[in-house]
């Protein structure tokens, strides 16, 4: 079966730009996160969807990002007025139920702010 | 601040002996961790998991070992191979205090296996 995916695997775009990552979760997954990995460090939380809903959105950094998931399944990532400190690894990764589940990766969207 | 630490950056070992991994954890509220590990381009693999009702997991040449009064978990690999090569990350969740198990990463460990 196929795993997360995300597009585009690259993504290069000049400050002050629109951005939106898509992520497909694995079929049947009703749990969704996204991660940002910033260079040296590790993923750091941005936010869960349980369904359709955002359920802990605590990681998003600032109101330039947000994300919807508006039928339970593919989620989008929107960016605004990118920031060159927006450039990262963003990782997408779905479970199950989202209680105790393992969650699966994405190989993930660099994004490059010029 | 961070929650969770590797606090070495890197690790070679001979191919066949033992890897081991060290993190760190500062949140009491964390019950649940993992191992996860990533080669370039590529996302975050799932490695192996443990529970802190459990101070050991092991899982083929993997084994999880946690100590709670420390708040430390460690991960051995035995023997180690050469495609062990990779990053590995420790992370942790607090699952019993809500219904999201969102993970906390440490930094990361580049483990090198030479021939």
């Known amino acids: 079966g196929a795993g997360v995916s995300q597009t585009p695997s690259n993504k290069v775009t000049e400050k002050g730009k629109y951005v939106e990552l898509r992520c497909d979760p694995i079929s049947g997954h009703t749990a969704l996160y996204w991660y940002r990995q910033s260079l040296g460090q590790g993923p750091e939380f941005l936010i869960y969807f349980q369904g359709t809903g955002a359920a802990d959105d605590s990681g998003l950094p600032n109101d330039r990002f947000f994300a919807v998931r508006p039928e339970g399944s593919v989620s989008t990532l929107k960016i605004q007025r990118t920031e060159r400190g927006d450039s990262a690894v963003y990782l997408c990764?779905?479970?199950?139920?989202?209680?105790?589940?393992?969650?699966?990766f994405g190989p993930g969207t660099r994004l490059t702010v010029l | 601040d961070q929650q969770v630490k590797q606090n070495s950056p890197s690790l070679s070992v001979q191919e066949g002996r033992i890897s081991i991994l060290n993190c760190d954890y500062t949140?009491?509220?964390?019950?649940?961790f993992l191992w996860y590990k990533k080669y370039p381009a590529e996302g975050p693999t799932f490695l192996i998991s443990?529970?802190?009702?459990?101070d050991k997991n092991e899982d083929g040449r993997f084994t999880v070992f946690l100590n709670k009064s420390a708040k430390h978990l460690s991960l051995h690999i035995v023997p180690s191979q050469p495609g062990d090569s990779a990053v590995y990350f420790c992370?942790?969740?607090?699952?019993?205090?809500?219904?999201?198990?969102?993970?906390?990463f440490g930094k990361g460990i580049t483990l090198s296996v030479r021939p």
């Open positions: 990764a779905s479970s199950l139920t989202g209680q105790t589940d393992t969650q699966y």
């Open positions: 949140n009491s509220m964390f019950d649940y």
């Open positions: 443990i529970s802190s009702i459990k």
């Open positions: 992370a942790a969740s607090a699952r019993v205090s809500g219904a999201n198990s969102k993970l906390t």
